[in-house]
């Protein structure tokens, strides 16, 4: 049997043992990801616009993150609407960066690869730059989402007549809170992963200047910084969907 | 204050030519003169287009000459791109006479330095000193980091395993203690990122050997300049090493504050808790990963498709190093839910109850 299929076996086998049925939906939603993950890279090499297909994706995949791993759905429903909001903030963020900083499709590094290939595509590139950080920043966006929802919910069940602003209070703390770790899991899920770059530049002694300006440098940077400034985000907007729904709540029962 | 001094230092990248070694100049006029559409063999159409790019040089010997220089680039732009007036770009000028003036690049850095400004305003006004910490523990890791690739590159990477393994442990440290200062709470969060970790390479190791890495095919590993088999699994591990560390942070914390509101809790009933946590954690952190391990390949798999590529090559080739490192990392955040709930029931300070 491949590896893949073996080391997918194993994880689903151990977040079904440890997470029931929400590891197994958890697991789902993985699979499901992969699949909306390769049909934009299909979509737009048969043409569609990437900032389209990126924006209809990544609302899919929001969806999918959000609702399989998370089995509360109080703490769902004002998750996804504040990710979404986050998200269409950063693509007004994000696109008009790229288009200015130019750091898309390939550098001298990737000569060895590119041998052979054409490049003259006819699909812009710069589209899949866009569509390349945008994707890349959901995961974390769902994530913070869920971690202040459910916190905010949990502190909602127990005192329903908490006042708006002291919600309001409650729910940065909590971004306080997981803002730190966060940081870390973006920093060593970018920078682990580009070790082999790293060690790259510094073998070649490239300058501090010449790296700082390097198109695949800076593409990840810009795409760390871009997930920060969307984790960031995420914290005041989650709270505020949670401070409206509750208010209308709490206009309903009057 | 501090964000005011720092938008002022965005605006200083336009004027540092002089810090440059390469030569800098500024794109003044811009001409188009030539236009083609192309047709490759696989019937992609592109336009290719000529540009004639006058600059001002900035910096060095050349300071203050012009230059027209020539540029080709096609409209879908993977490997060159237009220049527009105002840009700032490097120059490669030749000593001898005959040979032409080249553009070798655009100068990025005003652009990077506005967005790391616009994460770190955002940060300061929205987190104030919280924010302050977690800036400083990504800025004391990066520095980490880059000690361990000059000791790797020095040994030739010779050592990679033990080095980047250390340095796995000293992150942790180092993050950990950041976030939570030397306690008992810290240590335990301690042990389950390392031994979540580890577990997953073992495991990982394992199911290498019994399928003899089937499908993982190293040799589209990118940027390699060392043996990749071990440069990939270092890479993994590091990927994974901070949302394991976000995860355990999670869970032990959440434990610690049960036991301080309910003193007499069994230690089984502490490790149920640990496990109920966990649950709603680890789906998410496992598709932050995911995503971020994919997006990367997202250029290269298009290309490949394009170039009239099959979609099984086309995953082998560019995807499938980017899942096994997913599924790795998953198992690794899965093992540390465990891990985390069973050291933080065994090792919670009983005299909390006094």
């Given at each position: 049997?491949?590896?893949?299929?073996?080391?997918?076996?194993?994880?689903?086998?151990?977040?079904?043992?440890?997470?029931?049925?929400?590891?197994?939906?958890?697991?789902?939603?993985?699979?499901?990801?992969?699949?909306?993950?390769?049909?934009?890279?299909?979509?737009?090499?048969?043409?569609?616009?990437?900032?389209?297909?990126?924006?209809?994706?990544?609302?899919?995949?929001?969806?999918?993150?959000?609702?399989?791993?998370?089995?509360?759905?109080?703490?769902?429903?004002?998750?996804?609407?504040?990710?979404?909001?986050?998200?269409?903030?950063?693509?007004?963020?994000?696109?008009?960066?790229?288009?200015?900083?130019?750091?898309?499709?390939?550098s001298?590094?990737?000569s060895?690869?590119?041998?052979?290939?054409s490049?003259?595509?006819?699909?812009?590139?710069?589209?899949?730059?866009?569509?390349?950080?945008?994707?890349?920043?959901?995961?974390?966006?769902?994530?913070?989402?869920?971690?202040?929802?459910?916190?905010?919910?949990?502190?909602?069940?127990?005192?329903?007549?908490?006042?708006?602003?002291?919600?309001?209070?409650?729910?940065?703390?909590?971004?306080?809170?997981?803002?730190?770790?966060?940081?870390?899991?973006?920093?060593?899920?970018?920078?682990?992963?580009?070790?082999?770059?790293?060690?790259?530049?510094?073998?070649?002694?490239?300058?501090?200047?010449?790296?700082?300006?390097?198109?695949?440098?800076?593409?990840e940077?810009?795409?760390?910084?871009?997930?920060?400034?969307?984790?960031?985000?995420?914290?005041?907007?989650t709270?505020?969907?949670?401070?409206?729904?509750?208010?209308?709540?709490?206009?309903?029962?009057? | 204050?501090?964000?005011?001094?720092?938008?002022?230092?965005?605006?200083?990248?336009?004027?540092?030519?002089?810090?440059?070694?390469?030569t800098?100049?500024?794109?003044?006029?811009?001409?188009?003169?030539?236009?083609?559409?192309?047709?490759?063999?696989?019937?992609?159409?592109?336009?290719?287009?000529?540009?004639?790019?006058?600059?001002?040089?900035?910096?060095?010997?050349?300071?203050?000459?012009?230059?027209?220089?020539k540029?080709?680039?096609?409209?879908?732009?993977?490997?060159?791109?237009?220049?527009?007036?105002?840009?700032?770009?490097?120059?490669?000028?030749?000593?001898?006479?005959?040979?032409?003036?080249?553009?070798?690049?655009?100068?990025?850095?005003?652009?990077?330095?506005?967005?790391?400004?616009?994460?770190?305003?955002?940060?300061l006004?929205?987190?104030?000193?919280?924010?302050?910490?977690?800036?400083?523990?990504?800025?004391?890791?990066?520095?980490?980091?880059?000690?361990?690739?000059?000791?790797?590159?020095?040994?030739?990477?010779?050592?990679?395993?033990?080095l980047?393994?250390?340095?796995?442990?000293?992150?942790?440290?180092?993050?950990?203690?950041?976030?939570?200062?030397?306690?008992?709470?810290?240590?335990?969060?301690?042990?389950?990122?390392?031994?979540?970790?580890?577990?997953?390479?073992?495991?990982?190791?394992?199911?290498?050997?019994?399928?003899?890495?089937?499908?993982?095919?190293?040799?589209?590993?990118?940027?390699?300049?060392?043996?990749?088999?071990?440069?990939?699994?270092?890479?993994?591990?590091?990927?994974?090493?901070?949302?394991?560390?976000?995860?355990?942070?999670?869970?032990?914390?959440?434990?610690f504050?049960?036991?301080?509101?309910?003193?007499?809790?069994?230690?089984?009933?502490?490790?149920?808790?640990?496990?109920?946590?966990?649950?709603?954690?680890?789906?998410?952190?496992?598709?932050?990963?995911?995503?971020?391990?994919?997006?990367?390949?997202?250029?290269?798999?298009?290309?490949?498709?394009?170039?009239?590529?099959?979609?099984?090559?086309?995953f082998?080739?560019?995807?499938?190093?980017?899942?096994v490192?997913?599924?790795?990392?998953?198992?690794?955040?899965?093992?540390?839910?465990?891990?985390?709930?069973?050291?933080?029931?065994?090792?919670?300070?009983?005299?909390?109850?006094?």
């Amino acid at each position: 049997m491949n590896t893949i299929t073996v080391l997918g076996l194993i994880l689903f086998g151990l977040m079904t043992l440890i997470g029931g049925k929400t590891g197994a939906t958890a697991f789902l939603s993985l699979l499901f990801n992969f699949g909306l993950l390769f049909l934009a890279v299909v979509l737009i090499s048969w043409g569609f616009p990437a900032m389209g297909v990126s924006l209809v994706i990544g609302t899919i995949i929001l969806a999918f993150t959000i609702f399989f791993g998370e089995a509360n759905e109080v703490a769902a429903k004002p998750a996804y609407m504040a990710a979404l909001i986050v998200m269409v903030i950063l693509v007004l963020i994000i696109f008009p960066v790229e288009n200015w900083i130019m750091a898309q499709g390939f550098s001298l590094e990737d000569s060895e690869d590119l041998e052979g290939m054409s490049l003259a595509i006819g699909v812009s590139f710069i589209g899949v730059a866009v569509t390349e950080a945008i994707l890349s920043t959901l995961g974390a966006i769902a994530e913070a989402a869920i971690a202040i929802a459910a916190g905010l919910s949990e502190i909602l069940a127990q005192h329903p007549q908490l006042p708006t602003k002291r919600l309001y209070i409650d729910g940065i703390s909590i971004g306080k809170q997981i803002i730190g770790t966060t940081f870390n899991t973006l920093f060593f899920g970018f920078f682990g992963g580009f070790l082999a770059l790293f060690i790259w530049f510094s073998g070649l002694h490239y300058s501090f200047g010449s790296v700082i300006n390097n198109k695949i440098f800076v593409a990840e940077v810009l795409m760390v910084l871009f997930s920060l400034i969307g984790v960031i985000l995420v914290v005041p907007v989650t709270t505020w969907v949670m401070t409206v729904q509750h208010r209308q709540q709490v206009k309903h029962r009057d | 204050m501090v964000i005011v001094l720092g938008l002022i230092g965005v605006g200083l990248t336009r004027i540092n030519a002089g810090l440059y070694h390469q030569t800098v100049a500024q794109v003044t006029h811009v001409q188009t003169t030539d236009r083609n559409t192309t047709t490759d063999e696989f019937e992609n159409k592109d336009k290719t287009l000529v540009q004639m790019v006058t600059v001002r040089v900035l910096n060095k010997a050349h300071r203050g000459r012009t230059y027209r220089i020539k540029n080709t680039y096609t409209r879908s732009g993977a490997m060159d791109q237009p220049y527009r007036v105002g840009d700032q770009v490097f120059l490669r000028i030749p000593s001898s006479q005959h040979n032409a003036v080249t553009i070798q690049g655009l100068k990025r850095d005003t652009a990077l330095a506005f967005v790391a400004w616009l994460a770190l305003a955002l940060l300061l006004l929205i987190m104030r000193f919280s924010g302050l910490m977690a800036f400083l523990s990504v800025a004391l890791n990066a520095v980490l980091f880059y000690a361990a690739i000059q000791i790797d590159l020095a040994t030739n990477g010779g050592h990679i395993y033990l080095l980047f393994g250390v340095l796995a442990v000293l992150f942790a440290v180092l993050t950990l203690w950041l976030v939570l200062g030397f306690s008992r709470q810290m240590v335990v969060t301690l042990g389950a990122t390392v031994a979540g970790t580890g577990l997953a390479v073992i495991i990982s190791l394992i199911v290498f050997a019994v399928t003899h890495e089937r499908g993982v095919t190293y040799e589209s590993m990118q940027y390699v300049t060392q043996v990749p088999r071990p440069l990939f699994l270092v890479e993994t591990v590091l990927g994974s090493l901070g949302a394991v560390m976000d995860e355990s942070t999670d869970i032990v914390a959440s434990l610690f504050q049960l036991k301080t509101e309910r003193p007499d809790i069994a230690p089984r009933q502490v490790f149920k808790s640990g496990i109920q946590i966990g649950r709603s954690i680890m789906g998410p952190l496992i598709n932050v990963l995911f995503l971020i391990f994919m997006a990367d390949t997202f250029a290269m798999t298009l290309l490949y498709l394009r170039n009239g590529n099959s979609w099984g090559y086309t995953f082998t080739m560019n995807m499938s190093l980017g899942m096994v490192q997913s599924l790795i990392s998953g198992i690794g955040i899965v093992l540390a839910i465990p891990v985390a709930s069973w050291l933080a029931s065994r090792l919670m300070p009983k005299e909390v109850v006094a």
